[in-house]
DNA sequence: CTTACATGCAACACGCTTGACGCAACTTAT
DNA sequence: ATAAGTTGCGTCAAGCGTGTTGCATGTAAG
């Protein structure tokens, strides 16, 4: 988890709190304004503008950093939900409150439409296959259709979090009811009366 | 439908022309890239980078033209689908293909956060209003639950909507067939074997 | 045909963003 | 305490996007 220069010797500690807050702070402000400049990002972070051109070769490679730094967050956001192992139910319930609680706090990053940075592909292929995983186990136990197009489930289960983040930012609501909301509609629809 | 300069008279036929050609280029290069400098749309509509001056203002007097533009051409999309005459599960089906083809044309128009223009914010609330018209139908026809809570089943519709744009751009498939699959999974989720 | 409008082209000014540099003052780690 | 690392500040250069103007050449409309 410790960052590294070019040099090989890890950063010290004061440098690595100050890229976490150029990181933290990037994000706030770009999801307000996406054009915002790296001169707001440096004042609202309270540093300079060249401290920011010193840990971030580029305005790319910063964006590039959070992207790695959110999807780690949104990875592990599944992972303390044990997809593999606890019941399906269980984990869906618990993976989906805690990843719209993950992407509402990374909501301008995890919105970039391309990653040029191999470790966030990697990140998001690895959330990918979980999710994958997850919804198969989901599946065998009953819980989704057989005949259910896995792909097109993980797209609206998807669809179906990015709404509860809307959801979440204009009306603070409860998390744990959202993430209700949201596996109770993915699995039964708007239909039918709802237990 | 005819534009009229500041001056009050209608524009000459070729430069509406122009300014259709315009409006739809820049919709193509600004979801391709939506950091795209006027030059680049100038130059991809085959005109001088003054003649996007001349008919817009600034960059953001464009993006509010494309943006009426494209609301209105979605709102024509729910019209012909007779939102409060057909029966409801036909309206749903018929608007949600139309729908989805619209957007699919207008995807990073729409798919801007806010809306400036007042002429684009009134379109976006009749649209606002027609689908509410429409779920409230459906559910009075006992196609939705009476406990569904509108305003959350308008979103999971509009997120499955988005979906099938998605899946539509990656892998052409039949707009008819997607439209199924977007009601199919608004009604009865993923979590039951389909008729 | 004739008038008014529309376009392309070249040029210019302006502001903003990015990126780089050296130096003095400060903080961490050994 | 010493050495290495870190930061703020002032400054500079370069590039790019935006917006404007004037003029000559086309083109639609009466």
């Not at 593999?84 to 319930?93: C, E, F, K, S, Y």
């Not at 186990?137 to 709404?163: C, F, K, M």
Request: net charge negative; proline share 5%; aromatic share 4%.
């Amino acid at each position: 988890m410790t960052e590294t220069t070019a040099n090989g010797r890890p950063l010290r500690a004061d440098a690595e709190r100050t890229v976490r807050t150029i990181l933290e702070v990037a994000e706030r402000v770009l999801s307000e304004d996406p054009a915002a400049s790296l001169a707001q990002i440096a004042a609202a972070a309270g540093v300079a503008r060249t401290t920011v051109h010193r840990r971030f070769a580029s305005r790319e490679a910063l964006i590039d950093a959070m992207a790695v730094h959110a999807f780690r967050q949104v990875e592990e956001a599944i992972d303390v939900g044990r997809p593999d192992t606890a019941p399906p139910l269980v984990a869906l319930h618990q993976i989906t409150a805690n990843v719209i609680q993950a992407k509402s706090s990374w909501r301008y990053t995890v919105g970039q439409p391309q990653l040029r940075d191999p470790e966030a592909v990697a990140a998001h292929e690895r959330i990918f296959a979980k999710c994958h995983l997850l919804l198969g186990r989901a599946q065998q136990a009953g819980l989704l259709s057989p005949e259910a197009d896995l792909d097109w489930t993980r797209r609206v289960y998807h669809a179906l979090i990015e709404q509860a983040i809307q959801v979440q930012a204009s009306a603070s609501t409860d998390p744990d009811a959202l993430a209700a909301s949201v596996v109770d509609t993915l699995l039964n629809g708007l239909g039918r009366v709802r237990s």
